[in-house]
Each structure stands twice: as structure tokens, then as C-alpha cells.
């Protein structure tokens, strides 16, 4: 991860009080799969201050229960086509999603998904897209995407509301 996003990201938890962590990925998509993988890996490493969600490809069935945790911060972790070398990493607030191409297999339903949590939480919204080298079907990730996932961990595992 750039210390450019590192940087960015960290000041976006400034002042996070509670955190909702979203990983979404189609499990039989390859590196598609990296918002799950990165949220299951903060299992155990995050206080209660920290909800760890995974939705796959279905985040708008998390709604309440994201909803319900009061969030003063969301960040959706996903997989995109940004035209970066595979496992690079780029934040984007959703506002900036409408004119992005990134391919997402969900991600007009994730447009929606984070206007509606914006109402319902006035919680700060945030993208954490991965760039993706293999979207074919099949269960494993690859090298360079499974590497920066585990980067990824690290770094919210230290940085996430204690």
C-alpha cells in the first residue's frame, strides 16, 4: 500500500469512534474475493469498536445490521479494475464512484447501498479498492492481491478504533 493511501486512509479514521468494516468479493471470483479475505483477517485482531461484515456480493442484505451498530465511519473494501498494477490500492468516497469505471460486479447496487447508509447513519462513507489480476472463476487469489491483502490487515489492524 502507498504511503500516499496510508496516509489518507489514516487521517479518515481520525476521530473514528466506531467502524464498520465491509468487505465485499464473489468467493468463486478469484481476486474478487479480497474485501472478504481482508475482513475475515481482522477477526480477532479489532476491538468492539469495530464491526467486520461480509457480505460477498450481497452487501444490501447487511443494511440493519450496519445500520444498528451506529457507525461514525464505513469502509467498503472491494475489488476494481483501476488500471494499477494488481494488488495496488485506491481510496474513493462514493460521491466519486458515479463518474468512475471501475469494474465491480455490484457496483451500481453499491452506489445505492452507500446513499441509503449515508442517510441512515450520517456515518463517513469510504472505498478501498484493490486492483484485481485474475476475475475468472476459480477459489484462490493471487500472489500479488493475496500479498496486499495481508498488508491491508496490518495496517487496519493498527490503525482501526482501540
Not at 496516509?7 to 479514521?13: D, F, I, P, V
Not at 445490521?65 to 472491494?78: A, E, G, R, S
Not at 447501498?113 to 487469489?141: D, H, S, W
Request: proline content about 4%; hydrophobic content about 45%; charged content about 25%.
Amino acid at each position: 500500500m502507498k504511503r500516499s493511501v496510508k496516509r489518507e486512509l489514516k487521517e479518515w479514521l481520525l476521530g473514528a469512534e466506531r467502524v464498520a468494516v465491509v468487505g465485499i468479493g464473489n468467493p468463486i471470483r478469484m481476486d474478487d474475493y479480497i474485501g472478504v479475505i481482508i475482513t475475515r483477517g481482522l477477526h480477532g485482531k479489532v476491538s468492539e469498536k469495530v464491526l467486520l461484515v461480509e457480505c460477498e456480493t450481497a452487501p444490501e442484505n447487511h443494511i440493519q445490521q450496519i445500520v444498528d451498530f451506529k457507525p461514525t465511519h464505513i469502509l467498503l473494501i472491494d475489488a476494481a479494475l483501476l488500471g494499477l498494477k494488481p494488488g495496488e490500492v485506491k481510496l474513493f468516497k462514493p460521491k466519486n464512484m458515479k463518474f468512475f469505471s471501475a469494474f465491480s460486479t455490484h457496483i451500481l447496487s453499491l452506489q445505492i447501498f452507500c446513499e441509503y447508509l449515508a442517510r441512515m447513519t450520517n456515518a463517513k462513507i469510504m472505498f478501498l479498492l484493490v486492483q484485481p489480476k485474475e476475475t475468472g472463476f476459480g477459489e484462490e487469489l493471487t500472489l500479488e492481491v493475496l500479498s496486499s491483502g495481508k498488508e491491508i490487515v496490518s495496517f487496519l489492524s493498527e490503525n482501526l478504533p482501540r
